[in-house]
């Protein structure tokens, strides 16, 4: 069974610096393409930024320039959040792109104004 395990999230001012960290247990990054995904109370949980197999990154208009995934060993992934805006405020999972695996709990990211 696949097991994830989000960290790195934490309380920070408008403005600062978060990496989170996807640590993936029960199988591997090779062959998934893998996503990070936020969820706002009363909202949808949405990708925000995601490569795939090929290496090619998307990133939602909203943390483009701001945000960096990337690949660590083969069970880490980062993402790298910068210019924090209150308006990321989430909890934030990672996940391979459809179909998922089960998901983890997430890790919250508040940032204050």
């Known amino acids: 069974q696949v097991q994830l395990v989000e960290s790195g999230g934490g309380l920070v001012q408008a403005g600062g610096s978060l990496r989170l960290t996807c640590t993936i247990s029960g199988s591997t990054v090779t062959g998934n393409g893998i996503g990070w995904y936020r969820q706002a109370p009363d909202n949808q949980r949405n990708v925000v930024a995601r490569f795939r197999t090929d290496g090619t990154t998307f990133y939602v208009d909203s943390v483009k320039g701001r945000f960096i995934i990337s690949r660590g060993n083969e069970n880490t992934v980062y993402l790298e959040m910068d210019s924090l805006k209150p308006e990321d405020s989430a909890v934030y999972y990672c996940?391979?792109?459809?179909?998922?695996?089960?998901w983890g709990q997430g890790t919250q990211v508040t940032v204050s104004s």
């Open positions: 996940n391979k792109l459809y179909p998922y695996w089960p």
